[in-house]
C-alpha cells in the first residue's frame, strides 16, 4: 500500500531492523535507510555511504555520489571521480574543501598539466597558480610547457625557466643546448663556465665574445693555466698577456724557473720585479757567475761603492763623515744589505748606530751581540723591537719566535693572524681558565667564517668560557645556527648543551636584560630537545624524545615557524603516531603557503585545531623557506595521501586542567584556563600530580613515574649531567 512508516514501525518492533533497511533500499528512500542504518548497524554506516557513493557515480548522479563519498570519509574517490568525468571545478571544490589549499592546488596542477598549454595555463590563471605550475613543471621536467605557460602568463619567470632547462642540458652532457638556455636565461657566464670546465676553451671564448666581453680574461687565463701545464709555454704568454696578465705570467715563468723569460716579461711589463727576480736567482742558483752578474746588473755593486766612499770620508774629510755615512747606510739599507750598513757604522764607532741599523734590517742576533757587549742596557731595547716585529710581521717564523719571547705578546699576534693552533697550543699551558675564554674567541672566529662544525668541534674539545658577558652573544649566535642545522646526528651537541645550560644560568645570575634571558633560555630549550631526541632514542626511551620534539612549537617567536612544526611533525610520523603528525604537518604546510605567499605574521591563520595547546598564534614568518623543497614535497604528499587512504579523525590527544576542568593538550605548560604547570625535566610534559621529585644538583622538578624510570637506566639528569638516583618517596 506504501505505507512504508508503518511497515517500519512493524518491522522494528518484531526486532527485524534489517528488513526495514532492506524495505527503502529498494523503494530507492536512501534518507530513511541511512537513517535506520546509523541507528541500529551504525558498524556498516560508513560501508553503506561508499556503496550509495558507487551506485550514484555508476547512475551518473554524481551530486548524490559527492554526498556520499564525503560521508562516508572518502573524499578523495569523489575528487577521482569529478577528475575522471573531465568535471574539474568540481574535483578542485571538493579537495579544497575537504583537504585544504594545498589538496586543490595539487587537483589544478594535474589538470593543468593533462590539457594543452593554452588550456592549462587558464585554468592557471584561474586559481593563482601560474607560479606554482611552472615550477611544477621544471620539476616533472616537462620544459616545453613551462617555457609555454611562462610565455603565455608570466614573462618575468623566462629566465628562471630557461636557467632550469639549462642545468638539465648540462646535467645529460647536451652543452650547446646548454648554451643556449643559458644565454636566453640572462646568464651567459654560466655557460662559459660550463665550457671552461670541459676544457671546450674555443666554445668558451665563442660565447665570452658574443655575450659577454668582461669574461674574456677569465677565459684567457684558464685556457693560459693548461697550456703552461702541458708545457705549451708560448701560447700561454700569448693568452696571458692578452688578458692583461703579465704579473700572473710571470709568476708561472717564477714558480717554473724558468728566469730568462722572467726578466724579458718583467722587463717590459714588470719592471719593479726585476731586483726582486734577481735576489731570487743569486738565493737558487748554484753558478756564481750566473748570481753576480744578476746582482751587478741590478746595482747591488753599490755596496762596495758606497763602503769606499765612507773610507774616503773616514779618512781624507772626516767633517763630511756623519753625513756621508748617514747617506751611505740609508742606500745600503735600502737595497737590503743592513749588515755591511752596520759593519760600516761599527768601523766608525757609531755602536748605538750600528745597533739600531742591525734591528731595522732584523738582524737581531748581530743587535744583541754588540748590545751585550757595547752596552748591556740596549739589550732590552733590542728585545723590546724584537717583539714589536714580531707583531707587526705577523709571519709564523716571527710570531713563533715570540713564544720564548713575550707569551702574552705572542698569544695576542697568534689571535690577531689568526692562527688559532698555535694560540690554543699556548693557551693550554697557561691552564683551563685560559684556554676556555681563547676557545671563546676561537669559535667567535670559525662562526664569522661560517665554520660551524669546527666552532662545535673546539667546544668539544677546549670547553668555552660560561661566565664572561663578552661571548653570550657567541653562544646564542651558535644556538641558533645548529638549531637550523637540526636534526643531524652528525652534530654532537652534547659539549655545547651543557655549556649552553650554564651560561643560561650565568646569565641570568648576572642580571642581563630580560629579553636576553627570555631568548637565551628559549634557545636553550630548543637546543635541549634537539639533543634530547637523539640521547633519549639511544638509551631506549623514543617516546620521551617524542614528546620533547612535539614541544618545539612553543617556541616559534625564536626560531623559524615552519621549521618547528616540520621538525615535530616528521618526529610523530617516525613515531607511527600518524593523527599528531598529520595535524603538525599540515599546519606546517599551511606556514609554508603563506610564506610564499609574502606574509609577514601569522595573523591570518586558523587557530582552531591548535586552541588546546600553549603554543603562540601570533609570531613573526620567516622571509624564506627554512625547508628543503624535496622534504617539503614529501610532507605534502604524505599529508594528502594519508587524508584519502586513511580513516583518520586527526586530533590533539588532550587531558583535563586540574585547575580548570578544562580540555588542555597533553604536552602543554598552560592550560586555555591560564593556569601554569612546571615541564617535567624528563619529557617536557607538565607535571599535574603532587608525585613530583627534584634533580639533587639543579633542582629542576620531573613527574616521579618518568624520573624513576629515565634515571634507573641512565643514572644522570638529562639537564645537568650529574649522577643522580631513583626517588621513591611518597
Given at each position: 500500500?506504501?505505507?512504508?512508516?508503518?511497515?517500519?514501525?512493524?518491522?522494528?518492533?518484531?526486532?527485524?531492523?534489517?528488513?526495514?533497511?532492506?524495505?527503502?533500499?529498494?523503494?530507492?528512500?536512501?534518507?530513511?535507510?541511512?537513517?535506520?542504518?546509523?541507528?541500529?548497524?551504525?558498524?556498516?554506516?560508513?560501508?553503506?555511504?561508499?556503496?550509495?557513493?558507487?551506485?550514484?557515480?555508476?547512475?551518473?548522479?554524481?551530486?548524490?555520489?559527492?554526498?556520499?563519498?564525503?560521508?562516508?570519509?572518502?573524499?578523495?574517490?569523489?575528487?577521482?571521480?569529478?577528475?575522471?568525468?573531465?568535471?574539474?571545478?568540481?574535483?578542485?571544490?571538493?579537495?579544497?574543501?575537504?583537504?585544504?589549499?594545498?589538496?586543490?592546488?595539487?587537483?589544478?596542477?594535474?589538470?593543468?598539466?593533462?590539457?594543452?598549454?593554452?588550456?592549462?595555463?587558464?585554468?592557471?590563471?584561474?586559481?593563482?597558480?601560474?607560479?606554482?605550475?611552472?615550477?611544477?613543471?621544471?620539476?616533472?621536467?616537462?620544459?616545453?610547457?613551462?617555457?609555454?605557460?611562462?610565455?603565455?602568463?608570466?614573462?618575468?619567470?623566462?629566465?628562471?625557466?630557461?636557467?632550469?632547462?639549462?642545468?638539465?642540458?648540462?646535467?645529460?652532457?647536451?652543452?650547446?643546448?646548454?648554451?643556449?638556455?643559458?644565454?636566453?636565461?640572462?646568464?651567459?657566464?654560466?655557460?662559459?663556465?660550463?665550457?671552461?670546465?670541459?676544457?671546450?676553451?674555443?666554445?668558451?671564448?665563442?660565447?665570452?665574445?658574443?655575450?659577454?666581453?668582461?669574461?674574456?680574461?677569465?677565459?684567457?687565463?684558464?685556457?693560459?693555466?693548461?697550456?703552461?701545464?702541458?708545457?705549451?709555454?708560448?701560447?700561454?704568454?700569448?693568452?696571458?698577456?692578452?688578458?692583461?696578465?703579465?704579473?700572473?705570467?710571470?709568476?708561472?715563468?717564477?714558480?717554473?724557473?724558468?728566469?730568462?723569460?722572467?726578466?724579458?716579461?718583467?722587463?717590459?711589463?714588470?719592471?719593479?720585479?726585476?731586483?726582486?727576480?734577481?735576489?731570487?736567482?743569486?738565493?737558487?742558483?748554484?753558478?756564481?757567475?750566473?748570481?753576480?752578474?744578476?746582482?751587478?746588473?741590478?746595482?747591488?755593486?753599490?755596496?762596495?761603492?758606497?763602503?769606499?766612499?765612507?773610507?774616503?770620508?773616514?779618512?781624507?774629510?772626516?767633517?763630511?763623515?756623519?753625513?756621508?755615512?748617514?747617506?751611505?747606510?740609508?742606500?745600503?739599507?735600502?737595497?737590503?744589505?743592513?749588515?755591511?750598513?752596520?759593519?760600516?757604522?761599527?768601523?766608525?764607532?757609531?755602536?748605538?748606530?750600528?745597533?739600531?741599523?742591525?734591528?731595522?734590517?732584523?738582524?737581531?742576533?748581530?743587535?744583541?751581540?754588540?748590545?751585550?757587549?757595547?752596552?748591556?742596557?740596549?739589550?732590552?731595547?733590542?728585545?723590546?723591537?724584537?717583539?714589536?716585529?714580531?707583531?707587526?710581521?705577523?709571519?709564523?717564523?716571527?710570531?713563533?719566535?715570540?713564544?720564548?719571547?713575550?707569551?702574552?705578546?705572542?698569544?695576542?699576534?697568534?689571535?690577531?693572524?689568526?692562527?688559532?693552533?698555535?694560540?690554543?697550543?699556548?693557551?693550554?699551558?697557561?691552564?683551563?681558565?685560559?684556554?676556555?675564554?681563547?676557545?671563546?674567541?676561537?669559535?667567535?672566529?670559525?662562526?664569522?667564517?661560517?665554520?660551524?662544525?669546527?666552532?662545535?668541534?673546539?667546544?668539544?674539545?677546549?670547553?668555552?668560557?660560561?661566565?664572561?658577558?663578552?661571548?653570550?652573544?657567541?653562544?646564542?649566535?651558535?644556538?641558533?645556527?645548529?638549531?637550523?642545522?637540526?636534526?643531524?646526528?652528525?652534530?654532537?651537541?652534547?659539549?655545547?648543551?651543557?655549556?649552553?645550560?650554564?651560561?643560561?644560568?650565568?646569565?641570568?645570575?648576572?642580571?642581563?636584560?630580560?629579553?636576553?634571558?627570555?631568548r637565551a633560555e628559549a634557545l636553550r630549550d630548543v637546543i635541549h630537545i634537539y639533543h634530547m631526541q637523539s640521547f633519549m632514542t639511544e638509551r631506549g626511551f623514543p617516546e620521551y624524545?617524542?614528546?620533547?620534539?612535539?614541544?618545539?612549537?612553543?617556541?616559534?617567536?625564536?626560531?623559524?615557524?615552519?621549521?618547528?612544526?616540520?621538525?615535530?611533525?616528521?618526529?610523530?610520523?617516525?613515531?607511527?603516531?600518524?593523527?599528531?603528525?598529520?595535524?603538525?604537518?599540515?599546519?606546517?604546510?599551511?606556514?609554508?603557503?603563506?610564506?610564499?605567499?609574502?606574509?609577514?605574521?601569522?595573523?591570518?591563520?586558523?587557530?582552531?585545531?591548535?586552541?588546546?595547546?600553549?603554543?603562540?598564534?601570533?609570531?613573526?614568518?620567516?622571509?624564506?623557506?627554512?625547508?628543503?623543497?624535496?622534504?617539503?614535497?614529501?610532507?605534502?604528499?604524505?599529508?594528502?595521501?594519508?587524508?584519502?587512504?586513511?580513516?583518520?579523525?586527526?586530533?590533539?590527544?588532550?587531558?583535563?586542567?586540574?585547575?580548570?576542568?578544562?580540555?588542555?593538550?597533553?604536552?602543554?605548560?598552560?592550560?586555555?584556563?591560564?593556569?601554569?604547570?612546571?615541564?617535567?625535566?624528563?619529557?617536557?610534559?607538565?607535571?599535574?600530580?603532587?608525585?613530583?621529585?627534584?634533580?639533587?644538583?639543579?633542582?629542576?622538578?620531573?613527574?616521579?613515574?618518568?624520573?624513576?624510570?629515565?634515571?634507573?637506566?641512565?643514572?644522570?639528569?638529562?639537564?645537568?649531567?650529574?649522577?643522580?638516583?631513583?626517588?621513591?618517596?611518597?
Amino acid at each position: 500500500k506504501g505505507d512504508y512508516a508503518g511497515a517500519e514501525r512493524i518491522f522494528l518492533k518484531i526486532n527485524e531492523a534489517d528488513q526495514a533497511i532492506v524495505m527503502y533500499k529498494k523503494a530507492r528512500d536512501y534518507t530513511n535507510m541511512i537513517r535506520l542504518v546509523g541507528t541500529y548497524r551504525p558498524d556498516f554506516l560508513v560501508k553503506t555511504h561508499l556503496a550509495l557513493a558507487a551506485q550514484f557515480e555508476k547512475e551518473g548522479n554524481f551530486k548524490l555520489a559527492e554526498q556520499h563519498f564525503v560521508s562516508g570519509k572518502d573524499w578523495g574517490r569523489a575528487v577521482n571521480m569529478y577528475r575522471d568525468k573531465d568535471m574539474w571545478d568540481d574535483a578542485v571544490r571538493v579537495a579544497k574543501v575537504h583537504g585544504g589549499a594545498n589538496a586543490a592546488k595539487q587537483v589544478v596542477l594535474s589538470r593543468a598539466m593533462a590539457v594543452e598549454a593554452e588550456e592549462g595555463v587558464r585554468l592557471l590563471i584561474k586559481f593563482s597558480l601560474v607560479d606554482a605550475g611552472i615550477d611544477a613543471a621544471l620539476e616533472a621536467q616537462k620544459f616545453d610547457v613551462a617555457l609555454q605557460w611562462a610565455q603565455l602568463a608570466l614573462p618575468a619567470k623566462l629566465p628562471y625557466v630557461y636557467l632550469k632547462n639549462a642545468m638539465y642540458f648540462e646535467d645529460q652532457g647536451d652543452f650547446r643546448m646548454a648554451e643556449d638556455a643559458f644565454v636566453k636565461s640572462g646568464k651567459p657566464r654560466e655557460a662559459i663556465d660550463m665550457y671552461i670546465h670541459q676544457h671546450e676553451f674555443d666554445s668558451a671564448m665563442r660565447v665570452a665574445e658574443n655575450n659577454d666581453h668582461s669574461a674574456i680574461p677569465t677565459v684567457c687565463i684558464a685556457q693560459a693555466r693548461v697550456c703552461f701545464q702541458q708545457g705549451n709555454h708560448r701560447d700561454a704568454e700569448t693568452l696571458l698577456l692578452r688578458a692583461n696578465s703579465a704579473d700572473l705570467l710571470l709568476k708561472f715563468y717564477r714558480d717554473a724557473k724558468m728566469y730568462n723569460d722572467a726578466q724579458r716579461i718583467a722587463r717590459e711589463y714588470c719592471p719593479e720585479k726585476l731586483a726582486e727576480i734577481a735576489r731570487e736567482v743569486a738565493v737558487t742558483t748554484n753558478d756564481p757567475l750566473q748570481a753576480g752578474a744578476m746582482l751587478e746588473d741590478n746595482g747591488n755593486q753599490l755596496v762596495a761603492v758606497w763602503t769606499r766612499t765612507v773610507k774616503l770620508a773616514q779618512n781624507h774629510a772626516r767633517h763630511m763623515l756623519k753625513d756621508v755615512l748617514k747617506t751611505a747606510t740609508t742606500k745600503m739599507l735600502e737595497i737590503g744589505r743592513a749588515i755591511e750598513a752596520g759593519k760600516c757604522l761599527e768601523d766608525c764607532e757609531d755602536y748605538k748606530g750600528a745597533i739600531n741599523m742591525y734591528v731595522r734590517g732584523q738582524k737581531y742576533e748581530l743587535a744583541e751581540a754588540l748590545a751585550q757587549r757595547i752596552s748591556p742596557d740596549l739589550v732590552e731595547y733590542v728585545k723590546r723591537a724584537r717583539v714589536q716585529a714580531a707583531i707587526e710581521d705577523g709571519g709564523a717564523t716571527a710570531r713563533d719566535e715570540l713564544d720564548s719571547l713575550d707569551q702574552d705578546a705572542a698569544l695576542k699576534a697568534h689571535v690577531q693572524s689568526n692562527d688559532w693552533e698555535k694560540a690554543m697550543r699556548l693557551a693550554r699551558q697557561r691552564g683551563p681558565d685560559e684556554t676556555k675564554i681563547y676557545a671563546a674567541m676561537h669559535v667567535q672566529y670559525l662562526l664569522r667564517e661560517n665554520m660551524l662544525e669546527k666552532a662545535l668541534d673546539v667546544v668539544a674539545r677546549d670547553g668555552m668560557e660560561v661566565k664572561d658577558f663578552r661571548f653570550f652573544e657567541a653562544w646564542q649566535q651558535m644556538a641558533e645556527l645548529l638549531i637550523n642545522e637540526q636534526p643531524n646526528t652528525a652534530l654532537n651537541l652534547a659539549a655545547f648543551h651543557d655549556g649552553f645550560v650554564q651560561v643560561v644560568d650565568s646569565m641570568r645570575r648576572t642580571g642581563q636584560p630580560e629579553a636576553a634571558v627570555a631568548r637565551a633560555e628559549a634557545l636553550r630549550d630548543v637546543i635541549h630537545i634537539y639533543h634530547m631526541q637523539s640521547f633519549m632514542t639511544e638509551r631506549g626511551f623514543p617516546e620521551y624524545a617524542l614528546k620533547l620534539m612535539l614541544g618545539l612549537p612553543r617556541y616559534v617567536t625564536y626560531i623559524p615557524a615552519d621549521k618547528a612544526y616540520y621538525d615535530a611533525g616528521m618526529a610523530a610520523k617516525e613515531g607511527k603516531q600518524d593523527s599528531i603528525a598529520f595535524m603538525y604537518l599540515n599546519r606546517y604546510l599551511d606556514l609554508r603557503e603563506k610564506i610564499e605567499d609574502g606574509e609577514p605574521d601569522s595573523g591570518n591563520m586558523d587557530n582552531s585545531d591548535f586552541a588546546v595547546t600553549d603554543f603562540p598564534f601570533q609570531f613573526a614568518l620567516p622571509k624564506q623557506q627554512t625547508i628543503k623543497e624535496a622534504a617539503a614535497e614529501e610532507a605534502n604528499k604524505w599529508v594528502l595521501a594519508i587524508s584519502i587512504e586513511k580513516n583518520l579523525d586527526p586530533r590533539l590527544p588532550t587531558v583535563k586542567c586540574p585547575t580548570h576542568g578544562v580540555d588542555m593538550f597533553e604536552g602543554s605548560l598552560r592550560s586555555p584556563a591560564g593556569a601554569a604547570y612546571e615541564p617535567c625535566a624528563i619529557s617536557g610534559y607538565p607535571i599535574l600530580t603532587s608525585h613530583r621529585v627534584r634533580c639533587r644538583n639543579c633542582q629542576r622538578p620531573a613527574n616521579q613515574e618518568d624520573w624513576n624510570k629515565f634515571v634507573m637506566q641512565s643514572k644522570l639528569c638529562p639537564w645537568c649531567k650529574t649522577q643522580q638516583a631513583a626517588d621513591f618517596k611518597m
